[in-house]
């Protein structure tokens, strides 16, 4: 049997590749341990958060199917950073875990071109560095015209709690054993990494009353862009709560260093920086007496409790003698202790932007086999690996997002670039053009994207445009159309504002950050213009000119900063071109380049230890 396109690993990456795949018309198999596990959340049963809601946008706005789960399935929604300006302002939902699953099963099982197969994958077949297909674990072998590795966190996975380790690529399930060795044998190289989850608690043994309660947006608001608001939320909404470690906690967790796997060196791989586990945390912030705790539901008919912040790998018995000083958690039993994961990955400098393989032809790797950590990158890469299988298959152009683009444009570049030797996360400070890449226009930014590829409607994009028609006329109006001072200087001292001298223009009222549009637009008169009632109307179309017209000058700057690094992005360098012939080059320069193989002058310039001279000795040559 041979499928065009095949895709190994059901988690967030795997359904996004075979979705895509499959629905731009290629016929497509994904093979799975447990086909009822497919988007199975191994830690937090949660979706998006600060730059991670970002990329649940963007991937939804190419076709993707994550933000549609999520908001079928959550139970909690909110909007972060939302005392600070738009461009960090970042959904995030918490699900329900058992849901989120049958809801991608559901999805799965009736996407057209779409085959789940229920088996484990033990070698990776080729020829002459071409992709051929698989071997299962019962001798059969699948073909395939194209390949995405998408394992998570499977490849020759232990799992920790205390010094007692366990095979298993997640609670309850066995590693994947063989793929790892198999790409060794091909000339990939790989490293390990090691991630963690807190103790999961039972519900009703925490004293809720004494809590600090955490309830979600009112109201709510989707990830999707295809989300039906006449029913949305599709779920009952619940709340989360708050409560903090403490210095005595702190003195117990430390009773167990001595038999901690992180402590001891039995965990040979390096853990997430910015996500790390709770001995971690008081070692490296000796300082802080306390660390706050959220109380997480696993879904409205789960009986767990995810501990967000605990997450750890100490012993069992140390785990809870901790949670019982914490407040609330006096008398809480431990439903499954917290462990730590360990599992093999392969450093990113080994794919390209589109995420197929230099080493082998039709080969892609995408998720946390590449170094990253959480749902959504993994996501971001499914939809980018599976989208280019297709468009080779179909012979269109590859998809390549810039920085300038998409936070997936950012996420692809500095994993291929800079590579990773710890788990990836993807943070706002990362772009350097985050005010241009917010999470409201990700379908202006994408939708012509996903539309190119036959995974975004002609009609939705037709809707997209017609917006931003609306938005710009409407900014060219406000920056023109003016209002007397007589106008605005009563409605301003009731507000206990500045007032103005003269007239002034719609837009620059609007740049008063006590000021909202709409406040604005109240003082013009009703007819003045048929235009601003069309504007009224479009509550996203509305929200778009409000922000652009605030932050006018610094999106404006962050155009020019685009602009200017655009002839260094659109200066191609061919893939195959010999570094190694260029000896004007430095020595480090050369061996870099040949490592990364940048496909633009931008990309190359953005590689450690390539230094300016050697861009301008590339440019020279490329020219010559």
Known sequence: ????????????????????????????????????????????????????????????????????LADMTGIQFRMLNKSKGPAVWSPRCQSDRKLYSEAAFALLTSTPNLELIEDCVIEILTENNVIKGVRISSGNEIYCSKLVLSTGTFLNALMHTGLISTQGGRFGELPSIGVTESLHKLGFISSRLKTGTPPRLKKNTINWDILEIQPGDQPPLPFSHFTDMSRFPFLEQVSCHITYTNKEVHTILEKGFKDSPLFTGIIKGTGPRYCPSIEDKIVRFADKEKHQLFLEPEGLDSDLIYVNGFSTSLPADIQIEALHKIKGLGNCELARPGYAIEYDFFPPQQVDLTLETKLIEGLYFAGQINGTSGYEEAAAQGIIAGINAAAKIKSLPELVLKRSEAYIGVLIDDLVIKSTDEPYRMFTSRAEHRLLLRQDNADR???????????????????????????????????????????????????????????????????????????????????????????????????????????????KRQYEMVKRMEKYESAKIPLTLNYANIKALSTEGREKLNKVKPRSIGQASRISGVTPSDISILLVYLKN
Not at 29 to 56: E, F
Not at 471 to 491: D, G, M, P, T, Y
Not at 500 to 528: A, F, G, M, Q, Y
């Open 1 to 68: 049997m041979k499928y065009d396109v095949l895709i190994i690993g059901g988690g967030h990456a795997g359904l996004e590749a075979s979705h895509a795949a499959a629905t731009m018309g290629c016929s497509t198999a994904l093979i799975t341990m447990d086909k009822h596990a497919l988007g199975r959340m191994s830690c937090n049963p949660a979706i998006g958060g600060t730059a991670k809601g970002h990329l649940v946008r963007e991937v939804d706005a190419l076709g993707g199917i994550m933000g549609k």
């Open 445 to 555: 930014r994408l939708f012509h994207y996903g539309n190119r590829y036959g995974l975004i409607s002609s009609d939705a994009l037709k809707k997209v445009s017609q917006d931003e028609t609306l938005i710009n006329e409407s900014i060219n109006l406000f920056n023109n159309l003016k209002l007397h001072a007589k106008k605005v200087n009563l409605f301003l001292e009731n507000k206990g504002l500045a007032e103005i001298d003269s007239t002034e223009t719609i837009s620059k009222l609007c740049k008063r950050p006590e000021l909202s549009i709409k406040e604005v637009i109240s003082l013009l008169d009703k007819e003045i213009n048929p235009l601003v009632d069309i504007l009224l109307h479009n509550e996203k179309a509305l929200e778009q000119v409000e922000i652009e017209l605030k932050y006018e000058g610094y999106i």
